[in-house]
Each structure stands twice: as structure tokens, then as C-alpha cells.
């Protein structure tokens, strides 16, 4: 049964930083593409960030315009784990996020791709 647990949610103020783990289990994590989205309320899910499947050991990543220079996502396929940095926190960044795994290295951007989700973690950024 495929896993993926995330932490280190919580509430922080404009400027701050939070990171975000995410902790899989059940697959062979290193043959899949790793990515956080996030949902704020009445809004539709959005990416936010993704790892690609490495193949020869050169990690390739993705961002959303809205994040870039501020997030920076990470994985250790060692620990079956996915990182995301958050810094220079603005109250919009406001909303659950959630990490998903994809067996597929395209289109990362696009949460159908994705075959598993977390549960999410509350990130709350007050102004």
C-alpha cells in the first residue's frame, strides 16, 4: 500500500520559512517523479513545485512562476523523502499542501498525471 505522509506544516509570519517533508512508502520512490501542489480555500489545486525521475543522476526541477526564488524542492531517494524549502513566506502562499507521486516525467505540472496523493499539511502565512 503506497504511502506518502507530509509534515512540517504550521503558521508562520510573512517572511518567515517552513519546510515541507514528505515521507513515502509502498513504491520505489526513486522511479518516481515527485511534486507539491497546494490548495487554498475555494480554489482549485495548483503546482507549486516538482523533482523529476532521475535516470542518470542529473535531478531536474520544476517551479510555479509564484514561487520561484522562494521554493526550492529537494529529494533523497535514500530516505524515500521529498523536500520542500519555503522562504520569504507571503500570506498568499496560504493553503494545504500536498505532495503526489507520478510514474511519468512529463507534464508534472498537471495533478492528473499524478497516481498518489498525501493527506496534505495546513501551511498558514499571516500578514
Known amino acids: 500500500q503506497v504511502q506518502l505522509v507530509e509534515s512540517g506544516g504550521g503558521l508562520v509570519q510573512a517572511g518567515g520559512s517552513l519546510r515541507l517533508s514528505c515521507a513515502a512508502s509502498?513504491?520505489?520512490?526513486?522511479?518516481?517523479?515527485m511534486g507539491w501542489f497546494r490548495q487554498a480555500p475555494g480554489k482549485e489545486r495548483e503546482f507549486v513545485a516538482a523533482a523529476a525521475i532521475s535516470w542518470s543522476g542529473y535531478n531536474t526541477y520544476y517551479y510555479a512562476d509564484s514561487v520561484k526564488g522562494r521554493f526550492t524542492i529537494s529529494r533523497d531517494n535514500a530516505k524515500d523523502t521529498v523536500y520542500l524549502q519555503m522562504n520569504s513566506l507571503k500570506p498568499e502562499d496560504t493553503a494545504v499542501y500536498y505532495c503526489a507521486a507520478a510514474s511519468r516525467n512529463w507534464d508534472l505540472n498537471d495533478p492528473n498525471k499524478y497516481n498518489y496523493w498525501g493527506q496534505g499539511t495546513q501551511v498558514t502565512v499571516s500578514s
Open positions: 509502498g513504491l520505489a520512490f526513486s522511479s518516481y517523479a
